[in-house]
């Protein structure tokens, strides 16, 4: 058995162990790197919390057991998930952060000797309040990400499901758990921790339901920053630095990637949340719709375009994930890069359903991170290249974002894509996209829309190169 | 006047927020899924309060309510913490940089 004091050190190293894991992921080199100092950091963790209970009676076994279990099924989803996957992956392991918080909070609230936080029916006030918070956040990181991974599996329609009084309900709802809590604190009544539960996970379901597929990588970034707050909440319960540190860097980076996320949009924090975005199609864009020429080709006309392209740029959309394209793609731009034509990759923020999604597939097909760049370092090129390809992506190539100051989007930073002498447009069909707004990149001169599935489209034009 | 040792934690915590933030920043927009995975796997530090209720349990009765809701913790944070870092490990491996074999 360890000294109080020994484990806090030892606590606090793994703290900084889990910072240095963050700053690895700086550049792709140093990351792999940084992977080790945080399971390093877990390691330690784990190992002095059997060291400071000193406990290795029967109850250890089956800690081990309980830990093994998890274990195995932990590295069995990791091995067999599809890199496709990744953001169904992890709204579920969002919530099983909130439901661990929870269920800690629970054991706390039962059995506060265990943890020194006095005795049932007389917890110390501080820790009450503590305990509640984690509880609470955690109840709704669970629900909230339940439902995230619903969305993202298809399982639950992507579309945002909306009803009247949504919002007051749901502030009724907020103000009723800051009201639960405040009386769970000055009676100590188990019933009102329960009740204070239910009203948590309930609020986390409605939170979620009225946000559309496409506003997903804000609520996985948001999900994530919750589930570290719970942590942080349950580490102050427990005096423990490992969690408060981990909670505060947790809950900072899924805040600053929903801010990253929203800014892609240009749309408020609250705007996102409050949801129900693109549920109403503007009437004036489906009027015209019909009428305007569109150019299409097959896949000959593409390869012809590129094949006497000197540049082409390659914009990766959640079309490509779908249609899980990114190998042909990759195999598309290998023989292009045999003609010594110079391909590179244009990635907006908000492609995909979370943050950095298309990099990791990117990476999946072996394309190098050096040809992968992001809006800002490669919107100049697409005035100098002669093909945009776009594959699976809408509404972030839309120039009406900078044009139309009535479109929903207006402001949003987009691709210049019309920009290319030719942009050739893979897409299932004219359908707008998730926004609900025609993109007149479609109408445009100088566009040759390839109406097909993307994998399909990507390998005939491979062929014919 | 002492301090409440709230007061030291609660530094420590607000520190540490100040600390994410820059770090965060810092992280390439490429690497922003892995991070997510990361920032997963390292959350589930909270398994420390899911062993310690665990193991909390007198010999009598292993599995009382308490203890109960400690070992479900603990696989679930488990599960999070094998998944999250192995899933970080199998991205991670996938990045690579420009070979330059010309043919």
Known sequence: MISANLSAIFYLISGILFILALRGLSSPETSRQGNYFGILGMVIAITVTFLSTGNFSSGFVYVLIFLLIGGLIGAFIAYKIPMTAMPELVAGFHSLVGLAAVFVAISAFLNPEAFNLGYPGNIKLGSLIEMSIGAAVGAITFSGSIIAFLKLQGIMSGSPITFKGQHPLNALILISIVVVTYLLCSTQSPNLFWILLAISFLIGFLLIIPIGGADMPVVISMLNSYSGWAAAGIGFTLENTALIITGALVGSSGAILSYIMCKGMNRSFFNVILGGFGAIEKSSSNTSKEQKPVKSGNAEDAAFLMKNASSVIIVPGYGMAVAQAQHALREMVDTLKKNDIKVSYAIHPVAGRMPGHMNVLLAEANVPYDEVFELEEINNDFANADVAFVIGANDVTNPAAKTDPESPIYGMPVLDVEKCKSVLFVKRSLSPGYAGIDNDLFYKENTLMLFADAKKMTEDITKNL | ?103
């Open chain 2, 1 to 103: 006047m002492e301090i409440d040792p709230f007061i030291f934690r609660l530094s420590i915590f607000i520190l540490s927020i100040f600390i994410g933030y820059y770090v965060v920043w810092s992280v390439t927009p490429s690497l922003h899924t892995p991070l997510m995975s990361v920032t997963n796997a390292i959350s589930s530090v909270i398994i420390v309060g899911a062993i310690i209720a665990g193991l909390a349990g007198n010999s009598e009765s292993i599995f009382n309510s308490s203890s109960t809701f400690g070992f479900l913790a603990i696989s679930l944070a488990a599960i999070n913490i094998f998944g999250g870092f192995l899933v970080t490990q199998r991205m991670l491996a996938m990045y690579k940089k420009k070979k330059k074999d010309k043919k």
